[in-house]
């Protein structure tokens, strides 16, 4: 399954809109993951792991698309938030999936 339809699914888009795929719906989903990965880009997440199916980069598109999806704006500032506190853990990370930080988030539990 493509990053589109996992993000769509995670947003909680019909699946009729899903199968649908070349919707108007779709089509700005796209542009949004773009966006979303540009950004990413920028802020110095890894190519490797930007153009993997990591569960982590779709994590963080998504927050990304609940962001800017639709007009209702309501939680925008708090997706956002996310999208950058998992952006900043992704650039911490450099793609290994074991840093410090997270060691130590668990030594914490």
Same mark, same amino acid.
């Given at each position: 399954m493509a990053m589109l339809e996992k993000v769509m699914y995670r947003c909680g888009f019909p699946e009729s809109v899903i199968e649908a795929g070349a919707s108007q719906m779709t089509e700005q989903v796209s542009d949004l993951i773009?966006?979303?990965l540009e950004e990413?880009?920028?802020?110095? +997440?890894?190519?490797?792991l930007l153009s993997s199916e990591d569960p982590r980069v779709? %994590? %963080? +598109?998504?927050?990304y698309v609940q962001a800017y999806r639709d007009t209702d704006? %309501?939680?925008?500032?708090?997706? #956002?938030?996310?999208?950058?506190?998992k952006?900043?853990? #992704? %650039? #911490?990370?450099?793609?290994s999936g074991d840093n410090e930080i997270d060691k130590e988030d668990a030594d914490e539990e």
């Open positions: 773009e966006d979303a990413m880009r920028g802020s110095g +997440v890894p190519e490797s779709i %994590t %963080t +598109v998504t927050m704006r %309501t939680d925008t500032d708090k997706y #956002l938030d996310m999208f950058r506190r952006t900043f853990r #992704l %650039t #911490l990370d450099g793609g």
